[in-house]
């Protein structure tokens, strides 16, 4: 479930992101923080916030590499995914992140 879950989420994520957001629900919140101590965190909720942070972040032209991929059962059919890997385009080189998904069932 989440290795499949993972390969769609990134190929959307790839070729269409204004699509993204069809992954969430309206219960769903997505939190970004930047690297480093002093980083900060910002969290959006539903899907009509977490569209408009994914379009905010202009992932056109990005690649992700992914290096890992770790899933793990968790409460009540739930699904814990954390992937591992690196973004880069042609200007700004290459940057590694780190994302965790609670897959709970629809």
């Known amino acids: 479930v989440g ?48 569209h408009e942070k994914v379009m905010s972040l202009d992932y056109v032209g990005l690649r992700a590499e992914i290096k890992t991929v770790d899933c793990q059962d968790s409460y009540s059919g739930s699904v814990l995914v954390m992937v591992t890997g690196s973004l880069s385009n042609r200007s700004n080189g290459r940057r590694d992140f780190v994302q965790t998904f609670f897959l709970a069932p629809q």
């Open 3 to 50: 290795n499949s879950f993972i390969n769609q989420y990134y190929n959307v994520l790839h070729q269409s992101p204004q699509v993204v957001h069809r992954f969430y629900t309206n219960a769903s919140c997505l939190t970004r923080a930047e690297a480093g101590p002093e980083g900060q965190a910002d969290t959006v909720f539903s899907q009509s916030g977490i």
